[in-house]
């Protein structure tokens, strides 16, 4: 079983920056699909961006523009740059992975345990 371990969240304030990372580890013999999705104070979750394996990226309405995903496929490794940060991306960030394994058949869809991000004066 893999796991993901995100970091960079914190407190920033209006019109500043974070960049998020993810690494998926464990025996995982190739990381498909990897996205940010973010958990707002209403519980709502929504997919901030996501990108394949070879570099195709989708992103939300509300970030296009301001955020950047990118990924290092030999460390199964997927960032979010995040720029001219608003109060409303206030959040908790969470981090997906299809993942495949040695020996097994078939995608596991593993998520990390999320990182905050607060925006504020």
């Known amino acids: 079983q893999a796991q993901l371990v995100e970091s960079g969240g914190g407190l920033v304030q209006p019109g500043g920056s974070l960049r998020l990372s993810c690494a998926a580890s464990g025996s995982i013999y190739r990381a498909n699909t990897m996205s940010w999705y973010r958990q707002t104070p209403d519980n709502a979750r929504e997919l901030v961006a996501g990108?394949?394996?070879?570099?195709?990226?989708d992103y939300a309405d509300s970030v296009k523009g301001r955020f950047t995903i990118s990924r290092d496929n030999t460390r199964n490794t997927v960032y979010l740059q995040m720029n001219s940060l608003k109060p409303e991306d206030t959040a908790v960030y969470y981090c997906?992975?299809?993942?495949?394994?040695?020996?097994?058949?078939?995608?596991?869809?593993?998520w990390g345990q999320g990182t905050q991000v607060t925006v504020s004066s």
């Open positions: 997906n992975a299809l993942l495949e394994y040695y020996g097994l058949e078939g995608e596991d869809d593993v």
């Open positions: 990108i394949s394996r070879g570099g195709s990226t």
